[in-house]
């Protein structure tokens, strides 16, 4: 019921703030001329961690955390760092693998998994949201993304399937007001809709993600973490990533 009437409110702001976008609209423009762009992470796209015990397969996919922008090589990102914590959590074998692209939405990123032979995997961990806030797709649209995505990845995923939370973009440092806060109430739209796909399914859970936003964690352009914001990022996650492999395995 809580729920339901935050998403009523947030709605509604929502739809009262639209008619501000016109006044915004420069804004956009500008930010997005000169906002410093950064190129994906080189390197392997997978890799592996030594353990003790059943090995752990995790596939990563997503928008441009999951490609790495902000770090020169994948092995210092989000994934990497993800695959460590679980490892030092766990003292379980890793292996991870890694489909990412800068600037895709959920809609490109389901096409993309329709066409590419993944590998099967444990766990797989969707990380998703900023470019489907910023690229204003339509809340119906969203929804029915997330269940498609469900589908393809339960194909291959044998445990289960972990979407994180939609960053809240109101904290980005390269975003002014107000655009920032615009932006920052449909990435909680977004975010809500989210959850209640989860919310549908028995082994696909969301899981709170707050990325640490504050300048020393972010890399030059301000709008992407460093190493040291993903390796955070991982860490905070990771004890409830554990909890829903340790949860399956245990059924």
Same mark, same amino acid.
């Given at each position: ?13 929502? *739809? *009262? ?35 003790? $015990? ?13 490609? $790495? ?12 760092? *993800? ?29 993309? #998994? ?21 690229? #204003? ?15 393809? #990845? ?67 352009? $301000? ?22 492999? *340790? ?5």
């Amino acid at each position: 019921m809580i729920a339901s009437l935050k998403f009523l409110v947030l709605r509604t702001s929502w *739809l *009262l703030s639209l008619p501000f976008f016109i006044l915004i609209l420069p804004q956009a423009l500008y930010v997005k001329k000169n906002t410093l762009r950064l190129p994906e992470a080189k390197g392997p796209r997978n890799g592996s961690i030594n353990g003790d $015990g059943k090995p752990l397969r995790i596939l990563h996919v997503g928008e441009s955390t999951v490609a $790495g922008v902000g770090v020169t090589q994948l092995e210092n990102g989000f994934t990497a760092h *993800l695959a460590a914590s679980i490892n030092q959590l766990s003292n379980r074998p890793v292996t991870w693998q890694v489909f990412g692209v800068n600037g895709i939405r959920l809609n490109e990123l389901l096409m993309r #998994l329709q066409q590419l032979p993944l590998e099967e995997c444990d766990i797989a961990v969707v990380t998703m949201g900023v470019n489907d806030t910023t690229k #204003l797709t339509s809340l119906k649209k969203w929804r029915q993304q997330i269940h498609l995505t469900v589908k393809r #990845l339960s194909s291959i995923s044998q445990g289960p399937i972990i979407f994180t939370q939609v960053p809240f973009m109101e904290k980005f440092p390269a975003l002014p007001a107000p655009l920032k806060y615009l932006l920052g109430l449909r990435a909680q739209l977004l975010d809500m809709e989210l959850q209640q796909a989860c919310s549908q399914y028995d082994d696909v859970h969301y899981v709170l993600s707050a990325p640490n936003i504050e300048p020393q964690f972010m890399a030059l352009d $301000g709008y992407h973490p460093s190493e040291h914001g993903y390796q955070e990022w991982a860490q905070s996650i990771s004890p409830s990533i554990l909890d829903r492999i *340790l949860d399956h395995d245990g059924k």
